[in-house]
């Protein structure tokens, strides 16, 4: 298995642009988490999905952030439109749906200038 | 007060020395990780605790349900260990509320 898969690995962007991260989970997870981490808050959840459906978005910044889980497969974090404070590593997590199993993918280092 | 608070922040161990890490938590959990993280890398998980004590080569975690604690043990250290470990509790679905980390550093 090739783990969680994110894309892309780094990402420069200008304010104002429209940034979408992607996240493949590992196949049979049913529960796809999005963290970000950053220097002054650590690591914190942003959203996470049971089966495809949202959960809790409780930890999404503001309505600049959106997040998608379209089947099993696929989840997309985009942020429109950007601003520098937005700018820190974003990890993508899968499990199963008892929490065993519990991988991350390589992240997502966002530069936003 | 966070709801998880690691000790010590910042642990500096001679190679092969025996190092404890701990981890108090003031929720509820389902299950506790502790989490393996190297300089610009990727978070790796190490273990998964609901009870009792798990042991994976040099690693060995225990956790005390009753008194919401959990400890990460590392037996002669080596300067690869070099890492920021992260305690992190589970809610019932799954969502992780990660400590602060601590950073270690294993000197040869």
């Known amino acids: 298995d090739a783990g969680v898969i994110q894309s892309p690995r780094h990402e420069v962007t200008e304010m104002g642009q429209e940034v979408t991260l992607r996240c493949k989970p590992i196949s049979g997870h049913n529960s796809l988490f999005w963290y970000r981490q950053t220097m002054m808050r650590g690591l914190e959840l942003l959203i996470y999905?049971?089966?495809?459906?949202?959960?809790?978005d409780s930890g999404m910044p503001e309505d600049r952030f959106s997040a998608k889980m379209p089947n099993a497969s696929f989840s997309t974090l985009k942020i429109q439109p950007s601003e520098p404070r937005d700018s820190a590593v974003y990890f993508c997590a899968s499990s199963s749906q008892d929490g065993y199993g519990y991988t991350f993918g390589s992240g997502t280092r966002l530069t936003v200038v | 007060k966070n709801e998880v608070e690691q000790s010590p922040q910042n642990l500096t161990a001679q190679e092969g020395e025996f190092i404890t890490i701990n981890c108090s938590y003031s929720v509820g959990i389902s299950a506790l990780h502790w989490l393996q993280q190297h300089p610009g890398g990727g978070i790796v998980s190490l273990f998964m605790l609901s009870s009792g004590k798990k042991k994976h080569g040099r690693l060995i975690a225990t956790i005390n349900i009753q008194e919401k604690h959990s400890s990460l043990h590392i037996t002669a250290s080596h300067p690869r260990d070099s890492a920021v470990y992260i305690c992190?509790?589970?809610?019932?679905?799954?969502?992780?509320?990660f400590g602060k980390g601590t950073k270690l550093s294993v000197k040869p």
């Open positions: 999905f049971n089966n495809n459906v949202p959960i809790d």
């Open positions: 992190a509790v589970a809610g019932s679905q799954g969502n992780l509320i």
